[in-house]
């Protein structure tokens, strides 16, 4: 049990902060929902970051600790899919952005409209799909991802990757989600942590009424224990460990992201107030494999089992 | 940064289960049932504390010149773990082990050590904390009892409230102010609980019985050779024996064994293929799970010798959100339970809604760790 990183997980992590230093990512100025980087992701895939897993000597925690400090940017890119997910699954992991779907094949899907695999857990099995060019139509949304849909599913062709696939591949996405919850918590709390130490109200700082102190400490205390179980999960890539954490992220969400934009005031309802960008993509995130009660029930089967006795 | 334990970890984990499957008797549960402090959890107690004595595993954590082990921070922690999860049979003695044995190392004098350090070793004493007032509970620098100087000590007065383990202790660790006012002011006693103006009175309590207590004292002479450390040092020593206590116990070791022991009975009774019921579980077994990452990110920090933050303090608040979630999640699905089917059920909920008030008010946690760990203003003081 070691809390620390090790002089290797250190070294890939000062690596990942020197290339995002170099390309100075902001939050957007403009007024937008979500800023997706395409610079960052051919950098990431020139430093060799995105198959850190399937590298000698490096695990999945070590792709976990990649995708949440690019989490805790405030801009999107597919980093989550490729590291944690893909490469249980694909030989081909350089065709990505990998968009990943549960259910229909009309439904939306976080990066489809720059995606070249598609994976679809179609409840009976296990699909790949090659996205085209042209393949895929934007959608509006709130969220902070970009998304799209397929125009027509039916005019693509897919490969059965089995159902015997299916287990797997939701644990890792189970996985995934956590670790993404995790550095978005920790940049959005930042983030509402400086505003309430500088904005005044009642000649002081908002950040000094104990009506909102409290409420951020235990906004704090859910990031930190996301952080963990989510970090747990990609080192032991055990079923109830994957579950506990993509429950406890999915759980937290509602109640996280109303409070820190509850302390933002109406600034936190403007565009311009970069909140959004984390806060709208643990929204996103909310929602997939059947949320939190999917995830809870799943947690309860893998510790217990689901049949009486 | 990884999440295993090492074979040396494993194997002690796996002796202490052995030693608590071998020592813990057939009626075990009708034991633990009202709690460390309750008369047949004390006496027991004192059979339990003497066999891991023997064992060399009671104070296996304190250094060697104190009679210990120099056991690791870890391994003294896994054994806390499974202690708590099968009851605590150490009773009210794993005060004695976990924070009173290490504040006197570091602020008892040589005779004190001498005298106290024998009778915890050997698992016979019991200890209470004489904390609590009726008006200085969370505010305890605010409290009354008055320890007036005299030749050759110092003469008690006052009251203690929510005292637990009082009824059956044999020492209080006390504290008292010699003056009107001020942190400074207050002094901690080394109390012999025999000592005569000494009165004990237990509190019928939704807890449990034997569990909280009021105690006087009518001019109680102690001895100044009982007094901890020196006068005015006594926030300091405060201050790091609640560094110990907080996170102590690991509360949601017991209510995990709890939550697994439901699933069974849920399974058994026909009940656990509805999916609210395993929903509602499964997110109880995430705050469980929560809490105890969070924990061992502080017993890591003490392992490490970390700097200590107030990380202490949010894990104490996923600890009571873990306690309450199990709780809860029984109360609502299992509440049998609490009509007298099942008296380990009731047993966990008296723990349970004690957990956000005992060692600290969670409210007091969380203005800490606002302070210490978000770096937030203060509030400012009011003025009169």
New interface residues.
């Given amino acids: 049990m070691d809390f620390d990183f090790s002089e290797d997980q250190a070294a890939i992590l000062s690596g990942l902060e020197q290339l995002i230093s170099s390309l100075n990512i902001e939050a957007p100025k403009d007024a937008v929902f979500s800023a997706y980087s395409q610079a960052l992701d051919n950098e990431l895939t020139e430093g060799g970051f995105l198959d850190i897993t399937q590298q000698e000597g490096f695990g999945l925690l070590d792709g976990a600790l990649i995708v949440e400090r690019l989490a805790r940017l405030p801009v999107s890119v597919e980093a989550a899919a490729s590291v944690l997910i893909a490469p249980a699954f694909l030989e081909d992991t350089t065709r990505r952005p990998v968009a990943i779907l549960q259910g229909k094949l009309t439904k939306p899907a976080r990066f489809l409209p720059m995606a070249k695999t598609l994976l679809v857990d179609t409840d009976d099995d296990l699909l790949r799909i090659e996205i085209p060019e042209g393949a895929v139509e934007e959608v509006e949304t709130l969220f902070a991802y970009p998304y799209g849909c397929l125009k027509n599913p039916k005019a693509l062709s897919s490969v059965s990757l089995g159902a015997g696939q299916l287990a797997k591949f939701r644990r890792r996405w189970r996985i995934a989600i956590a670790v993404e919850a995790a550095g978005l918590m920790q940049s959005a709390l930042d983030l509402v942590l400086e505003h309430v130490k500088t904005r005044q109200q009642f000649g002081r700082p908002i950040g000094s009424f104990q009506a909102i102190q409290h409420r951020l400490v235990m906004a704090a205390e859910l990031g930190q224990a996301v952080r963990w179980l989510a970090f747990k999960a990609a080192w032991s890539d055990d079923e109830g460990d994957a579950a506990i954490a993509a429950t406890f992220a999915q759980d937290s969400t509602p109640k996280f992201v109303t409070d820190l934009h509850q302390f933002c005031g109406a600034m936190g309802l403007t565009l311009e107030f970069p909140l959004h960008h984390w806060t709208y993509r643990l929204r996103a995130l909310l929602g997939e494999l059947g949320g939190s009660s999917g995830q809870a029930i799943a947690a309860a089967d893998a510790v217990w089992g689901s049949k009486n006795v | 940064?990884?999440?295993?334990?090492s074979p040396e970890?494993t194997a002690h984990r796996e002796n202490v289960r052995a030693l608590l499957e071998r020592e813990l008797p057939a009626d075990w549960d009708d034991i633990a049932v009202h709690g460390p402090g309750s008369d047949a959890q004390t006496a027991f107690s004192k059979i339990f504390c003497k066999k891991l004595a023997d064992e060399g595993l009671l104070i296996s954590h304190w250094p060697k010149e104190y009679g210990g082990n120099d056991m690791t921070v870890?391994d003294q922690f896994l054994m806390g773990e499974e202690l708590w999860a099968a009851g605590e049979p150490r009773g009210p003695q794993y005060m004695n082990v976990n924070w009173i044995g290490p504040v006197l190392m570091r602020y008892g004098n040589e005779a004190q050590k001498a005298e106290y350090f024998p009778q915890i070793a050997s698992g016979s004493v019991i200890w209470c904390q004489g904390f609590s007032e009726p008006s200085a509970g969370s505010d305890l620098a605010s409290l009354r009892t008055k320890a007036d100087k005299v030749e050759g000590g110092y003469l008690v007065n006052g009251a203690k409230i929510w005292t637990s383990y009082a009824g059956l202790a044999t020492h209080c660790f006390l504290l008292a102010r010699t003056a009107s006012a001020g942190k400074g002011a207050i002094v901690i006693l080394l109390l012999d609980m025999t000592s005569p103006g000494v009165q004990v009175k237990q509190i019928p309590a939704l807890i449990g019985e034997g569990d909280i207590h009021e105690v006087f004292f009518t001019d109680v002479f102690v001895p100044a050779e009982n007094l901890l450390g020196e006068e005015g040092q006594a926030w300091e020593i405060i201050t790091f024996a609640l560094q110990n206590e907080r996170i102590g116990i690991p509360r949601y070791a017991f209510s995990r064994r709890m939550l697994?022991r439901a699933?069974?009975k849920l399974?058994?009774?026909?009940?656990?293929?509805n999916?609210v019921v395993?929903?509602?579980?499964?997110?109880a077994?995430?705050?469980c799970?929560?809490?105890r990452?969070?924990v061992?990110?502080v017993?890591?920090?003490r392992a490490?010798k970390a700097p200590q933050d107030a990380y202490g303090?949010?894990a104490r608040?996923?600890i009571i959100q873990a306690d309450h979630a199990v709780n809860d999640f029984m109360t609502e699905f299992m509440p049998e339970g609490l009509l007298g089917e099942d008296q380990m059920q009731i047993a966990h909920h008296q723990r349970a809604i004690a957990a956000g008030i005992a060692s600290g008010a969670a409210?007091i946690q969380?203005?800490l760790?606002?302070r210490r760990?978000?770096?937030?203003?203060?509030?400012?003081r009011r003025g009169l």
Avoid at chain 2, 373 to 380: A, G, K, V
Wanted: charged share 30%; net charge negative; hydrophobic share 45%.
């Fill in positions: 940064m990884e999440f295993g334990w970890q870890w697994d699933a069974e399974k058994a009774d026909g009940r656990f293929e999916p395993r929903d509602r579980a499964g997110r077994l995430a705050l799970e929560a809490a990452l969070m061992y990110r017993v890591h920090q490490t303090n949010l608040w996923a409210e969380l203005n760790a606002a760990y978000l770096d937030l203003p203060s509030e400012p």
